[in-house]
């Protein structure tokens, strides 16, 4: 027996022969588990190490990551999977800090979760007397998540959790921060005081009902529509109300859009997709049904050119935070309440004879499905040398297909973009990916917590520089020995790896890295599968033998520098300087 377990064991040895006392460690853990909450995604140290270990001994996951940030991502995107909040343990001030990113990430997207993380002694926080790692993490913490509370007092360990829960699912979903001072976790009381004191939360994301006047409204603008469309976002794969939203598809006939992780909600070689024709419905759809879908920078905030002439559209917008609706544009319709209930309700009003949408409408979004299908299916099929990311993404896109229940997540600037639109899926929540806010760095935490919450193969699809910011975690994918395989887009920069310094000088460009970089030997260093893949062949087989045999692997994927394009497709995004050109 290690020496570490030999500690655990004698502490736990401890704990029982005083049963009649608890703690604050044994409270939290007791409080998460009896709200089953059976995993902890984190990094240890100084004052929540015995936290982990305890929680450990006491039959939890927790999986140990290398940083905060990427152990707040899988966090988050258990959130997501599973509709429990994901939690996330950190050391105080720079580890809060670190995981801080993550929770604000979480509460952008409306993913639940919890970072708890251990503080230094709020009397000399508060004083500003200069603590071990001293911040005053709560008032950091509260403009950035949906909610924020500090525990005092052991006997309150049972309530803080059961609000963070509630706090983190109910409504529209989001982070929601958990202080635990030091002292707190090792404040003792009477075991049975503290197991009454601890909140199974009851119903914790209630159902939210839409009015009834709402739902006819909503019908009475869809009814009158001659271009409908149907978007869905990611709020409503969170809902996991599968069946009837694709019934409502279905038996509507009305063509629909899925956001990039709602993709799979209906397979994307659904009939009534109308992905490969997308400019063409947003501009000119009539009516649009929006379905846990914002109207933000991913949806050009509904207007301007490419939603068509102004006034020409009206929107029914669902979603459970009321606050959403006329966020950019006027919304006709507003059905208010969880998706799953709004969508059941407007079910219930299509039943019976409902209109199908208009032929002419449905012939023109397949025309231009089938004409930017096939443009696409020749640049997949592209054999040159070395790949670009179609040819190589062409590979990728079969394997999905072949294999519908592995998870794919997708992070990186043209590595995305192209990844998006040429990688179909065809089950729910299978597709993780950068978000509302396009950030870089969720690749490795989302695997993670792919592969730890669901137990299914994880394809991770990252570009060179995307995967940089949670690269060390492949030691933590070895360590757990997840099903993760990793595709690293190596073009040897960022966006492109041709960039020049226009000075001559010896530095390189700013968005130059190493070329030729082997990332397969990060890998192979802790013990998992490293490949290197020049050709559409070397990968495929790569990664069929990864996912074939479940174990960690790194390929590394070598496509020209010169393939990327700035900023991948919102290059648009860049300020462009009046003065100077670039090199
Ligand atoms: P996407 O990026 O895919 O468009 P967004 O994150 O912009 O998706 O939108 C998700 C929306 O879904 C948010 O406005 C959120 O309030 C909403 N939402 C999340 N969960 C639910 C739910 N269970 N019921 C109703 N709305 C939800
Ligand atoms: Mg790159």
């Given amino acids: 027996m290690s020496a570490m377990a030999q500690s655990v064991e004698a502490k736990t040895n401890e704990a029982a022969e005083t049963e009649a006392l608890t703690d604050g460690f044994h409270l939290v853990i007791d409080a998460l588990k009896l709200n089953d909450i059976n995993t902890i995604y984190g990094v240890p140290g100084i004052p929540i190490t015995d936290l982990g ?26 959130g997501f999977l599973t509709q429990k909040p994901g939690v996330c343990l950190t050391v105080s001030a720079p580890g809060f800090l670190n995981g801080l990113t993550a929770l604000a990430n979480a509460t952008t997207n409306c993913f639940p979760m919890i970072l708890i993380s251990g503080s230094s002694e709020r009397e000399i926080v508060d004083l500003q007397q200069g603590d071990y790692e001293e911040m005053d993490q709560l008032a950091v913490a509260r403009p950035l998540c949906k909610a924020a509370y500090r525990v005092l007092h052991a006997e309150d ?48 994301a209630p159902r939210q009902l839409p009015a009834p006047d709402a739902v ?22 969170y809902a996991q109300a599968d069946a009837d939203i694709r019934a409502l598809v279905e038996k509507s006939g009305i063509p629909y859009l899925p956001m990039s992780m709602a993709k799979g909600l209906l397979p994307d070689d659904h009939p009534q997709s109308a992905g490969p024709a997308r400019s063409l419905v947003l501009k000119e759809a009539d009516v649009v049904v929006l379905i846990g879908a914002r109207l933000n920078w991913l949806l050009s905030h509904g207007k301007g050119k490419a939603w068509g002439a102004p006034g020409t559209k009206r929107f029914i917008q669902i979603d459970i935070e009321p606050k959403e609706m006329d966020s950019n544009v006027e919304i006709a319709a507003p059905v208010v309440g969880d998706i799953g209930s709004c969508v059941s309700a407007l079910l219930r009003g299509i039943d019976g004879e409902w209109p199908a949408p208009p032929a002419a409408w ?58 998006r639109s040429i990688i179909d899926m065809y089950q729910p929540r299978k597709r993780l990916d950068v978000g509302t806010w396009g950030i870089m760095g969720i690749g490795m935490g989302a695997a993670v917590a792919a592969a730890v919450e669901t137990g299914k193969p994880v394809l991770a699809v990252e570009g060179d520089s995307a995967f940089g910011f949670s690269g060390m975690e492949v030691e933590t994918i070895c360590r757990y020995n997840l099903p993760v395989c990793v595709v690293v887009f190596n073009n040897n920069g960022i966006y492109r790896g041709c960039d020049v310094n226009p000075t001559g000088g010896s530095d390189v460009a700013p968005t130059v890295f190493v070329k030729d970089s082997r990332y397969d030997k990060m890998m192979e260093a802790f013990g998992g599968i490293g490949a290197h893949a020049t050709t559409p062949d070397e990968l495929s087989r790569a990664v069929n033998e990864a996912m074939d045999s479940g174990k960690p692997t790194l390929i590394n994927a070598v496509i020209d520098e010169k393939a990327g394009t700035e900023s991948g497709r919102i290059g648009n995004l860049n300020p462009q300087s009046a003065v100077s050109k670039k090199a």
Avoid: C, W
Avoid at 53 to 59: C, D, N, V, Y
Avoid at 164 to 174: D, L, N, T, Y
Avoid at 376 to 383: E, F, V
């Fill in 53 to 78: 270990r305890f929680a450990q001994a006491e039959g939890m996951r927790v999986i140990s990551f290398r940083h905060e940030q990427n152990a707040g991502n899988a966090a988050a995107i258990a």
């Fill in 157 to 204: 360990i049972g309530i803080a959790v059961a609000r963070a829960i509630r706090a983190a699912v109910s409504g529209r979903p989001g982070g929601v921060y958990l202080d635990l001072p030091a002292q707190l976790l090792g404040q003792v009381m009477d075991a049975e005081a503290g197991r009454q004191s601890l909140v199974k939360v009851v119903d914790p």
């Fill in 216 to 237: 006819a409204r909503a019908l009475e603008v869809l009814k009158g529509a001659e271009r409908p469309l149907i978007i869905l976002g990611k709020g409503a794969a």
């Fill in 362 to 419: 449905i012939d023109a979004i397949r025309e231009r499905k089938e004409k930017n299908v096939a443009k696409m299916s020749s640049k997949l099929l592209g054999n040159s040398l070395p790949m670009d990311f179609h040819s190589a993404l062409g590979a990728l896109r079969t394997i999905v297909k072949e294999r519908p229940d592995a998870i794919l997540v997708n992070e990186g600037a043209n590595t995305l973009d192209f990844a």
